[in-house]
């Protein structure tokens, strides 16, 4: 074989510490330092940096340095080497297989053809073929599973304001609302009883995107694909939904806690 980089770079993680250790780096989805990720896998800060930097030289992970401590000027202290997952993929087949080059000549025929309508149609019936007999997910934590199973990556955090905004209390507007009384026109009405304070609300968002590849070539037609897909797979008359929501470097599907259902 030509080219072995691939080959040698995933077996360095055949060393059960250096795959603990680029597993915790991954998980974290930002920058990680030497004493954080030691710390982490129960390994010495000697063992840890030796088997970070072996990672960065095989193109595993990629290495930076910046102040740990969140102080700038003098006695802030020396900057620190931190890590994060390589932007690169890295992929072995044996025999050789080229499924990128056709996936890409098929959504450049697809979207040359106008077949987005089609595509998303068979992504749905395909999401929904893998869910099989079971019911839709019922919560944010069963979709977590169902999508970390399929290598997206899941992870909860909080949910921008915009993604709660139509959910508050409309009593804020609505005149009926108003509590009765006697006050003339233009007095302020009684203060509302403030309710207890609900959970803060989250979604999942997605780490990595299955079909990366293809998708930054054919954004508009892979997204689309990847959203109908999910909406199959997790349901769309459940708990929860999945809906677009394209950022740089994640997946560009969220899921949510649906806004319409009485579960």
């Known amino acids: 074989m030509?080219?072995?980089?691939?080959?040698?770079?995933?077996?360095?993680?055949?060393?059960?510490?250096?795959?603990?250790?680029?597993?915790?780096?991954?998980?974290?989805?930002?920058?990680?330092?030497?004493?954080?990720?030691?710390?982490?896998?129960?390994?010495a800060r000697t063992l840890a940096a030796h088997h970070l930097d072996k990672l960065t030289g095989a193109g595993l992970l990629e290495s930076g340095s910046r102040r740990l401590t969140g102080r700038s000027g003098p006695g802030a202290g020396r900057p620190a080497k931190v890590y994060t997952r390589a932007s690169a993929e890295r992929?072995?087949?044996?025999?050789?297989?080229?499924?990128?080059?056709?996936?890409?000549?098929?959504?450049?025929?697809?979207?040359?053809?106008?077949?987005?309508?089609?595509?998303?149609?068979?992504?749905?019936?395909?999401?929904?073929?893998?869910?099989?007999?079971?019911?839709?997910?019922?919560?944010?934590?069963?979709?977590?599973?169902?999508?970390?199973?399929?290598?997206?990556?899941?992870?909860?955090?909080?949910?921008?304001s915009g993604d709660t905004a139509d959910t508050a209390d409309d009593s804020r507007t609505d005149p009926s609302a108003a509590t009765p009384g006697t006050a003339a026109p233009g007095a302020t009405a009684p203060a509302a009883a403030v309710p207890e304070a609900a959970a803060p609300a989250r979604v999942l968002r997605m780490r990595n995107c299955?079909?990366?590849?293809?998708?930054?070539?054919?954004?508009?037609?892979?997204c689309g694909m990847n959203l109908a897909l999910l909406e199959g797979l997790l349901g769309t008359d459940g708990?929860?939904?999945?809906?677009?929501?394209?950022?740089?470097?994640?997946?560009?599907?969220?899921?949510?806690t649906s806004k319409n259902n009485d579960h």
Do not use: K, W
């Open 210 to 222: 299955p079909f990366h590849a293809v998708a930054e070539r054919f954004p508009p037609l892979v």
């Open 2 to 43: 030509e080219d072995t980089q691939d080959i040698d770079a995933i077996a360095m993680l055949q060393d059960p510490v250096r795959r603990r250790l680029y597993a915790y780096v991954v998980a974290q989805g930002r920058e990680v330092g030497r004493n954080e990720a030691a710390e982490a896998t129960g390994v």
């Open 239 to 256: 708990p929860v939904r999945a809906r677009m929501d394209a950022r740089p470097g994640a997946c560009c599907v969220v899921v949510e």
């Open 91 to 160: 992929s072995v087949s044996l025999p050789a297989r080229d499924y990128r080059t056709a996936a890409e000549l098929l959504a450049e025929a697809a979207e040359e053809a106008g077949l987005d309508a089609g595509l998303c149609a068979a992504a749905r019936r395909r999401g929904e073929e893998l869910r099989g007999s079971a019911a839709p997910c019922g919560d944010l934590d069963e979709a977590m599973r169902t999508l970390a199973a399929r290598g997206y990556e899941p992870h909860l955090e909080p949910a921008d």
